[in-house]
């Protein structure tokens, strides 16, 4: 059986899918959790959701100041997760640059300033989710690739200089969350499709 009784545990991104999953699941086990987003009101609404326990704090993964501020108050944590980020997926020429530039800022930066900043303890762990596309490429979707796998030759790094301190990447396939929710049906059956077809066997975390 798991038991987080006493870990002090922060998902970053917690406010939805993944992340507010994680939290739950967390906090089930005995888990004192925060979540944080730049979001205050998904934050409160996360917080509502999980119950008695669970902690809200506002942090914009995208900014240097506002990382080196959530983390300057010497907090040490067990366990840290990050799962949220803005990125827009489409095809490469589809794309203005400055929005596939905005979309590695926060996703692969936002971790770096996370794995930066952050004081885990060291039988904790420091954990980030990556994705398939970063081992089995898709049309339409090479920057998420490109991300993803710069995530995932980073936490091999991390797993090297953040020991004993445990540093993983969780590359999952498609998952069914509210980020899908506004999609046509018939667009939301076409992308599982491709995703169950590119998945392939699950892949082994890093770190």
């Known amino acids: 059986m798991i038991n987080f009784s006493g870990s002090r545990i922060l998902v970053v991104g917690g406010s939805s899918g993944i992340g507010l999953s994680t939290a739950k699941v967390a906090h089930e086990h ?3 959790v925060t ?13 509502r959701t999980i119950g008695p326990g669970t902690s809200g704090r506002l942090i914009d993964v995208t900014s240097n100041s506002s990382v080196e501020t959530f983390f300057a108050d010497g907090t040490v944590w067990d366990h840290i997760i990050v799962t949220g980020s803005d990125v827009t997926i489409a095809a490469v020429r589809q794309l203005p640059l400055e929005t596939a530039e905005a979309a590695f800022n926060s996703k692969f930066w936002g971790f770096y300033r996370v794995a930066k900043a ?3 303890k060291p039988t904790g762990s420091l954990s980030v989710i990556s994705g398939f596309l970063a081992a089995r490429p898709a049309a339409g979707r090479a920057l998420m690739g490109a991300i993803n796998a710069a995530l995932e030759s980073l936490v091999r790094g991390l797993a090297l200089e953040l020991k004993p301190v445990r540093v993983n990447a969780v ?3 498609m998952i069914d969350t509210p980020m899908w929710a506004g999609m046509r049906k018939r667009a939301q059956g076409g992308i599982r499709e491709g995703g169950e077809h590119l998945s392939g066997r699950p892949r082994r975390p890093a770190g």
């Open 171 to 173: 590359s999952p396939g």
């Open 30 to 32: 005995g888990a004192a």
């Open 35 to 47: 979540i944080a987003s730049r979001s205050s009101d998904k934050v409160d609404a996360a917080v």
């Open 118 to 120: 952050a004081t885990i």
